[in-house]
């Protein structure tokens, strides 16, 4: 993927306090009382650390969509999962649904699929800008530009991408935005959608 990312890795540091600090005899009241609470921030910080690792393992709960194929009728899902740095996207289209091979797949600019068939009133790429699409493109990407969609020979499809060139939070806010799916396959580097034909399914994102 030539998408740069980071992957941010939650790494929980767990601060061990000497075993000196344990073993030092003392007759004084008020330090035997520092030291159990010493002790129970040594104990604890690994507690916290943990708990925050938990946090972090615990995924939010993806936004679903329906796909809609040109006859408006639903054809698999797609779903969006926000991430601190952009959205991870999960496609699934049942059988049948699509034309096996590669299928241009972007983000659209309004979430409407209302024109069935047509699927125009998606408006234009997300974020488009004049002679920018394309993952290949040295003036690129659009921020709506995906990889491309492989439809198996039995006409479904599954992926699981990750785009970090836009966030959920702009998919959903105003106007909404479209996942939509393309007639053939996106080059990544011709004007202005890659050569990807048609728009053949929608999923409005809201
Ligand atoms: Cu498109």
């Known amino acids: 993927m030539n998408l740069p990312f980071a992957a941010a890795g939650l790494i929980a540091v767990a ?78 289209v049942e059988a049948g649904a699509l034309p096996p091979g590669k299928r241009g797949l972007h983000l659209h600019e309004k979430g409407d699929c209302s024109d069935h068939g047509e699927f125009k009133k998606a ?42 060139l836009v966030k959920l939070d702009q998919l959903k806010d105003g106007d909404g935005s479209a996942l939509i799916i393309h007639a053939e396959k996106d080059d990544h580097i011709s004007q202005p959608i890659g050569n990807a034909g048609a728009r053949v399914a929608c999923a409005a994102i809201k």
């Open 15 to 92: 601060s061990l306090a000497a075993p000196a600090a344990f073993a030092e005899p003392t007759a004084k009241g008020l330090v035997r009382q520092q030291t159990p609470a010493t002790a129970q921030e040594t104990t604890t910080a690994p507690g916290q650390a943990a708990a925050a690792t938990g946090q972090a393992a615990s995924a939010p709960a993806p936004d679903t969509y329906e796909i809609l194929g040109k006859e408006g009728k639903r054809i698999g899902e797609a779903s969006f999962t926000a991430s601190p740095h952009g959205v991870l996207i999960d496609i699934t």
């Open 123 to 164: 408006g234009s790429h997300e974020g488009h800008g004049e002679g920018k699409h394309g993952l290949l493109n040295p003036n690129g990407p659009e921020p709506g530009d995906l990889p491309n969609l492989i439809v198996l020979s039995d006409g479904s499809a599954q992926a699981a991408l990750f785009t970090n």
